[in-house]
């Protein structure tokens, strides 16, 4: 494992942004994993800035997302899919036909998960996958649990997780309590993975996946198995490592 340990968010970002500008330059039809999150905004909007200055073109990457939540429209504000739009996709010069987030409102979750096992599995799995890191260890939304969910799966989601995401809800809106996630064993087919992580709150994270037991109560603690992963990091997030 790689780490990068930068001054600050931005310093971080702009890093981030680096390995993945030089992947899809390396490689123009590059697939793409992706994550939402506060973290990897920063790097997308430096992506934008690369973008639309024409220093690379996402005309021919494909992009998979990591999860969704359950019961939201893709037109829903706080969907995945609106999220990525908006901080992402509507302002490089991707085809959206080639972005691709689980399907919230699927009526049978069982066949979507599925249908997003095959879809990630006929693109190639991802060249690069973006990773953040939620404070009870968790990566996508595989949750701490007893078991590692190689599948795309439903899950239920924990009170901290549910906590951190509300910020992102308006006031009285519900926080969804379960989403539909890709499973370590996508995440883990990855040829590269990148990883950012920010702030205080989550260096104990960051200790217990690098530095503790591989066990699915730490979910990114697998990470230790992968043999190119990439640790983009402030100096705070890093305190432990």
């Not at 500008?21 to 506060?38: C, F, H, M, Q, Y």
């Not at 990883?195 to 960051?206: Q, W």
Request: with cysteine.
């Amino acid at each position: 494992m790689r780490i990068y340990r930068e001054k600050d968010y931005t310093a971080l970002s702009r890093r981030a942004a680096n390995l993945i500008s030089a992947e899809i330059i390396r490689k123009p039809d590059s697939v793409l994993g992706l994550a939402t999150g506060g973290t990897p905004v920063g790097t997308y909007s430096q992506l934008i800035e690369w973008n639309q200055k024409g220093d690379f073109s996402f005309a021919e990457v494909k992009t998979v997302n990591l999860d969704e939540y359950q019961g939201l429209l893709p037109e829903h504000p706080q969907s995945y899919r609106c999220f990525m739009q908006e901080k992402f996709f509507d302002h490089i010069d991707i085809k959206k036909e080639n972005t691709f987030v689980p399907n919230g409102e699927a009526e049978d979750m069982e066949a979507e998960c599925a249908r997003y096992d095959e879809l990630v599995r006929s693109l190639g799995y991802a060249d690069l996958q973006l990773l953040g890191l939620g404070r009870n260890g968790h990566i996508g939304f595989n949750e701490p649990s007893d078991f590692f969910h190689k599948e795309t799966h439903l899950v239920d989601l924990t009170e901290s997780t549910i906590e951190a995401n509300a910020r992102f809800f308006g006031e009285g809106e519900s926080v969804p309590r379960r989403a539909i996630t890709m499973g370590v064993g996508c995440i883990m087919a990855a040829r590269r993975i990148v990883m950012v992580v920010s702030g205080a709150n989550k260096a104990e994270a960051v200790r217990d996946a690098l530095l503790g037991a591989i066990t699915p109560r730490c979910p990114a603690s697998i990470l230790q198995l992968h043999n190119d992963v990439v640790l983009v990091g402030d100096e705070e997030a890093l305190a432990y490592v």
